[in-house]
């Protein structure tokens, strides 16, 4: 399953899901819900950390959670 991690630049995509891991409710509380429409807005130069659109907000994320998040992509 692909991850927000792998999310290619501007692509939306779904939420379908967030591993179990310690930094799950964390990435619950940043908004971030099976369902929920997303997109990766930003990559540093060497990919770390992210820039993800939620909602309307802009969000920086670790590649460690973002890994954590399982997404489809719309197409």
């Not at 290619?8 to 379908?16: A, D, G, M, N, P």
């Not at 891991?21 to 807005?41: F, H, I, N, Q």
């Amino acid at each position: 399953m692909k991850t927000l991690a792998q999310a290619k630049l501007h692509k939306r995509s779904t939420i379908t899901g967030i591993t179990n891991s310690d930094l799950k409710p964390k990435l619950l509380e940043m908004g971030l819900y099976t369902g929920k429409v997303v997109s990766v807005l930003f990559k540093a130069p060497f990919g770390d950390p992210i820039a993800v659109d939620v909602d309307g907000y802009v969000l920086s994320m670790r590649l460690n959670e973002a890994s954590l998040v399982q997404i489809e992509e719309i197409n």
